[in-house]
């Protein structure tokens, strides 16, 4: 374990109080985060301002060289990832290894260059609504938490606390929308983790900053088709017709949600369905178009949706219920079952709520109150979840929070932008003292 800070302190008879000598630390970086908050919000309305749309490759490499200067210039050896293998922009990568503490914690802070606003989309600019509100465009998801792990690093770097750490920041460019295959996209990102101990993600969570999250479910994608006998209509339930593509495929739903819905924490939902004479989709599955008449007994039938799993164990649980209920069919039809990869449950574990505990404590010490865990429905599929498996301890939700993401509503609350920007910093001086 790595000794406290060794500035001499009083001593109380023989016992000395080390502690003391970390609040001092912990005082000056609280200070100094102070400082950095101009400089910070000035960075966080320059890259809101910038779109970067997960498609728009342009603009998520600008505000990642944005980035980048900013790592350069912390003595960060950085690194971007070309995204071609994968349709996407690619990644920021920068790594801080310590001079003075090479064995000494390693964490990994995480980001996402890229938001849901497209290129053309009308919600391009951030505007001050009064002292505490900024709305725009990824201010909450996540340009805001981007910008709270740099400051952070630059309090400890102002400070000389830095060199007790080694860090990797990962700032994917593709979380929005993952580019496929996950194996090469998210490559950057578990490579990291396997290299780190503690992982923190910087993401808005449920937009309470008295919560952090500990677990999050994964979410993946499905896709039922059916097929029937086309035939006039006057014929079906014949034993020769049968009951055609889309009565499949009405069973097959109503058996998932009779068989799904008490799982706990699951969520599983049909998004887009369709179903007749003749049915063609884009390429995913996203689009769907079809063709029938009253008279005729549905041929085909398709239906695509997500589910969300609160753990690998529940996802494969999952997976077996929903395979098997696809096998078993109504006359005269068939079924077919597609479970397409996405992203992992972030399991609950000793380790994260040990670290949320550490959090938690900082966030009293600090006097903004305790902070507890998201419940797991409340907080969606984020690029954390990717390194879970690997990494000693996680928590997410330190960014800056807000509301109405991923829609033209969205508002940062700035109140926590100084309060996780402090708080984020002492983790991480925390943290180098295990």
């Known amino acids: ?102 064995t000494g914690q390693k964490l990994l802070l995480i980001g996402h260059l890229d938001t849901v606003f497209a290129k053309d989309d009308s919600f391009q600019q951030s505007k001050e609504i009064d002292e505490t509100h900024i709305a ?130 699951l969520s599983f939902n049909p998004g887009v369905i369709a179903g007749g004479t003749r049915v063609t989709q884009s390429k995913g599955g996203d689009e769907v178009v079809a063709f029938g008449k009253t008279n005729v007994v549905a041929k085909d039938a398709s239906v695509k949706g997500g589910l969300r799993a609160a753990s690998q164990e529940q996802l494969e649980q999952a997976k077996a219920i929903m395979s098997q209920v696809v096998e078993q069919h109504l006359a005269q039809t068939d079924a077919t079952f597609m479970f397409d990869e996405g992203y992992p449950p972030m399991k609950e574990t000793k380790g994260n709520k040990s670290l949320l505990a550490q959090y938690s404590q900082v966030s009293v010490d600090l006097g903004y109150g305790p902070v507890t865990a998201v419940n797991p429905r ?17 928590i997410d939700g330190l960014g800056l929070m807000g509301e109405g993401g991923h829609t033209k509503d969205e508002v940062a609350d700035m109140s926590t932008f100084k309060q996780n920007i402090e708080k984020t910093a002492v983790l991480m001086y925390r943290l180098s003292n295990p």
């Open 1 to 102: 374990m790595l000794k406290k800070s060794s500035v001499l302190v009083m001593c109380a008879g023989l016992l000395c109080q080390p502690v003391l000598a970390s609040r001092l630390v912990e005082n000056a970086l609280v200070e100094q985060a102070s400082q950095e908050l101009t400089s910070a919000k000035a960075l966080l309305l320059k890259t809101v301002n910038i779109n970067s749309g997960t498609m728009n490759f342009a603009g998520v490499k600008e505000v990642g060289s944005i980035m980048r200067k900013e790592y350069d210039a912390l003595g960060f050896k950085t690194e971007w990832v070309d995204g071609s293998e994968f349709n996407r922009a690619g990644h920021l990568v920068a790594t801080y290894e310590s001079p003075t503490h090479p």
């Open 378 to 394: 409340n907080a969606g599929a984020a690029d954390i979840s990717f390194t879970a498996g690997h990494v000693k301890m996680a």
């Open 136 to 265: 725009g465009p990824g201010i909450s998801d996540m340009k805001g938490g981007n910008v709270i792990m740099l400051a952070a690093i630059k309090t400890l770097k102002a400070k000389g606390m830095l060199e007790r750490l080694n860090i990797k920041v990962v700032l994917t460019g593709d979380e929005e929308s993952s580019g496929r295959p996950l194996s090469k996209s998210k490559k950057a990102l578990i490579d990291a983790a396997i290299w780190a101990d503690v992982a923190l993600g910087f993401e808005d969570a449920d937009g309470d900053i008295r919560t952090a999250v500990t677990a999050r479910r994964g979410a993946s994608t499905w896709q039922v088709t059916t097929t029937g006998n086309a035939a006039h209509s006057s014929q079906i339930f014949t034993d020769k017709v049968g009951d055609g593509a889309i009565f499949e495929i009405a069973r097959i739903l109503q058996e998932f949600r009779l068989q799904l819905a008490d799982l706990p924490l």
